[in-house]
C-alpha cells in the first residue's frame, strides 16, 4: 500500500464527515437542541481531524497519478489548490466548532460560525473531491 492508495481511503472522510456535521448541526440549531448540536460540531472537528492525514498523503499520491497515462498536471494542479483551501476552511470550522462546545458567553456565536463554516467547507470539499476524481475518472471529466 502506498500513499496513493491511503489517500484514496481517506479522502472521502472529510467531505461526507463535513456534510454529516452540518445536516446535524442545521438540525441541532433549527430545533433548539443542545445535543443534536454538540453533536453536529464533534462531527465537524472529527472530520477537521480526518482531514489532516488526508491532506498530507495527497504529496504521495500527486507522485503515483502523474506517472499514469492520461493523468495531465493541470488535473492535478487544479485538485490540489481546491483541496488546500477546502483543507484550510475545514480547519477553521474545526477551531469553531471546538470553540462553541467550551463553555463560554459566545458559544451560540461560534456555533453559528461553525455552520456557516461547514455550509461553506462541504461546498469547497465537494468540488475538491470532484476534481480529484477527473484525475482518474474520465468519464466525469
Not at 472522510?13 to 433549527?30: Q, R, W
Amino acid at each position: 500500500m502506498n500513499e496513493a492508495h491511503l489517500h484514496l481511503i481517506l479522502n472521502h472522510t472529510p467531505i461526507l464527515g463535513s456534510l454529516f456535521g452540518l445536516l446535524v448541526l442545521a438540525a441541532g440549531v433549527i430545533r433548539k437542541n443542545s445535543t443534536t448540536s454538540r453533536v453536529g460540531l464533534y462531527a465537524l472537528l472529527g472530520a477537521a481531524l480526518l482531514a489532516i492525514p488526508t491532506q498530507l498523503t495527497g504529496e504521495g499520491a500527486e507522485e503515483v497519478a502523474e506517472r499514469l497515462p492520461g493523468v495531465t498536471r493541470q488535473l492535478i494542479h487544479a485538485h490540489e489548490e481546491a483541496a488546500e483551501l477546502a483543507f484550510w476552511a475545514l480547519e477553521l470550522t474545526g477551531a469553531l466548532a471546538l470553540l462553541a462546545t467550551l463553555p463560554t458567553s459566545r458559544a451560540r456565536l461560534f456555533t453559528l460560525a461553525a455552520l456557516v463554516g461547514a455550509a461553506v467547507s462541504f461546498g469547497l470539499m465537494a468540488r475538491a473531491g470532484n476534481l480529484g476524481g477527473q484525475i482518474r475518472h474520465t468519464e466525469i471529466r
